[in-house]
């Protein structure tokens, strides 16, 4: 399965973006799809997850509550509705799709398929 990711750009602090993660090639079907942000001189962090199949939906303390991710089975994709935008969230955003359980679904080593990264960046 491909990954296209998109929707970044520039913001205000408060504002709001919506990510978009579409897969070709093949589907998301049996997969856990994630979200991971890496901003400069830093790591790869975990940010959502969500199971293609069922609801079960987890996000990072430091999103939770202003990230959602919902799921459009018709056309493949997967968003993540990002609200109260903060220069804290300045990133290059990625999804990811693995096929991972609850103990492996935030660590970024267990994702086989990666989009290209959108950037995200919040003004103050």
């Known amino acids: 399965v491909q990954l296209q990711a998109s929707g970044g750009g520039l913001v205000q602090a408060g504002g709001s973006l919506r990510l978009s993660c579409e897969a070709s090639?093949?589907?998301?079907?049996?997969?856990?799809v994630g979200w991971f942000r890496q901003a400069p001189g830093k790591e790869r962090e975990f940010v959502a997850y969500?199971?293609?199949?069922?609801?079960?939906?987890v996000y990072a303390d430091s999103v939770q509550g202003r990230f959602a991710i919902n799921k459009d089975r018709a056309k493949n994709t997967v968003y993540l509705q990002m609200n109260n935008l903060k220069p804290e969230d300045t990133a290059a955003y990625y999804c990811?799709?693995?096929?991972?359980?609850?103990?492996?679904?935030?660590?970024?080593?267990?994702?086989?398929?990666w989009g290209k990264g959108t950037q995200v960046t919040v003004s103050s």
């Open positions: 969500a199971r293609w199949t069922g609801g079960s939906t």
């Open positions: 090639q093949g589907s998301f079907s049996g997969y856990t």
């Open positions: 990811a799709a693995g096929r991972t359980i609850a103990t492996t679904s935030r660590n970024p080593q267990y994702y086989d398929h």
